[in-house]
C-alpha cells in the first residue's frame, strides 16, 4: 500500500520541480489586479489512487461585486439567511474569468498560499492593492458546483494553459455540503482508452454469438470470452500520470450572485514502485 502524499507542503513534504510551467507566473508589474483570495479547501490528498477533497467548513471569497448582501461579509454582525436561491448552471457564471498574468516564470519561484500549492498568475501586486484595497471585499460563500476532471499530458496541458474557466468534468456535485470529504477514483477518470477496448471485445461476443453451432448456447459463447481471474486482462484500471483539476463555482450563500469558477490543479508522476506522486501542484483563480 502506498503512503499518502498529502498535497499540503510542510515538513518532509513534497519536493519542488526545478522546472516547472513556463509562463504560469505574472510579471512584476504590481499594477495589475492580482488572483483573488479564497479559501475552499481544507486539503486534498493522494492515497492508492483516490483522490480525498476535505471542502472547508466555512468558505470565503474576495470579490469586487458591489451588490453582494451586506449580510455575507465576512464578520458581518447581519443575520446570515438560511434559504438559498437554487443554483445555475454550472456551466458559466457571471464573475469574471481568465487567469491573469502569464509572465516567464515558473513553478519553482511562484509564490505559495496557505496550502503551499502556487498561485497561478501571482506577483506582489502592491500597488493595485494599496489603490484598490476598498473596492474588495471578503464574503462567505456557498459552493455552487464542484467538478473533477482528467486535463492530459503535461505536454497537453502545457500547450492549453487552462485558466479557471470550467472544463467538460468527468465528475461533478452540486451544492455540496462544507465540510465534507469527496472522494474520487483517479483511474475512472482515465479510463476512456479502456471502455474502447471492452467495446471492442463485446463486438467479438456479439459475433461469435451470431455465428453458434447448433450445439453452442449464447451463455457458453459470452463465458468462454470472459477472462480468467487470474488473467493480466482482468487486472484493475491505473490512473494515468498527468494533471487533473478540481474545479468549484462559489456564490453568495442566498444565491443571489455567481462569484464563478476557479481551480486547484496538479501534476502527478508514477513513482518507481508505481503509485503516483504531486510534482506540482496549482491554485488557478480569476480576479477578484
Known sequence: MNRRRFLRLGGGGLAIATGGLAGCLGGDDSDDPPP????????VSIADGTMEIDLASQPEVES???NVDESAIVGSLLPIGTARAGSRSSGSGSGKSGATGRGSGGYSSAPTGRHGWAIY????HGNWRE??????QMYTAALGALGVAYMGSNTQYRTSSPGPEPTDWD????????G?????????????????TEAGSATG??????????????????????????????????ADEGWYRVGTRLESPDGDTDFGWQAADFKLDRTSTGGLTVDEAWHVRPEP
Do not use: Y
Not at 498568475?121 to 506582489?124: K, N, P, Q, R, T
Not at 489603490?131 to 474588495?136: A, K, L, P
Not at 465534507?180 to 474502447?196: I, N, R, Y
Open 36 to 43: 483573488r483570495k479564497a479559501e475552499v479547501f481544507e486539503d
Open 64 to 66: 469586487t461585486i458591489d
Open 121 to 124: 498568475g501571482a506577483h506582489s
Open 131 to 136: 489603490e484598490h484595497g476598498d473596492e474588495t
Open 171 to 178: 465528475q461533478e456535485w452540486h451544492d455540496p455540503d462544507p
Open 180 to 196: 465534507t470529504t469527496l472522494e474520487v477514483d483517479l483511474a475512472a477518470l482515465t479510463s476512456d482508452a479502456a471502455l474502447g
Open 205 to 238: 461476443i456479439e459475433n461469435t454469438t451470431a455465428s453458434l453451432s447448433e450445439n453452442e448456447t449464447a451463455s457458453d459463447a459470452g463465458s468462454a470470452a470472459e477472462p480468467e481471474a487470474g488473467d493480466d486482462s482482468a487486472s484493475a484500471l491505473t
